[in-house]
């Protein structure tokens, strides 16, 4: 049985592209939710990570979702849209992401003025372990 991605970074030891996958929901709102580990020394691959909105967030004012770490909540993505059945990339200006020691992903679901009623989406985070000694 594989090891829970809450517990050690998932890493393979083949040549290939690791991601991580979390389900998130309107009804997780103002959660930081943890979608995984990130080994040490891996690269996040920028364009291929961020989240698939399945069905679009519709709180009155703000649908946002942040991506970030468990001391910076919005260290990868900062306040991606969720009102479009999309996916959307994470935003950070930096153009990759090498994680210096193993990292635990979170996502934080903000949503504010009338309450939504709807809003689904998937956070993705595709990683590159350092695996090529």
């Not at 996040?44 to 468990?70: C, E, M, R």
């Not at 990868?76 to 635990?104: H, I, K, N």
């Amino acid at each position: 049985m594989p090891a829970s991605p809450t517990t050690v970074a998932r890493q393979y030891p083949y040549q290939l592209v690791h991601y991580l996958r979390k389900s998130i929901a309107y009804t997780d709102n103002g959660t930081a939710l943890e979608v995984g580990i990130v080994p040490a020394g891996a690269l996040i691959l920028k364009p291929a990570s961020g989240i698939h909105v399945t069905t679009a967030f519709n709180a009155g004012t703000n649908n946002y979702i942040d991506i970030g770490t468990t001391a910076d909540d919005d260290y990868f993505g900062t306040d991606l849209s969720g009102t479009t059945t999309t996916f959307v990339p994470l935003d950070e200006a930096v153009g990759g992401y090498l994680v210096a020691s193993a990292t635990r992903i979170t996502a934080t679901v903000g949503l504010t003025g009338t309450a939504a009623t709807t809003g689904a989406a998937d956070v993705v985070i595709a990683y590159i372990p350092d695996n090529d000694g």
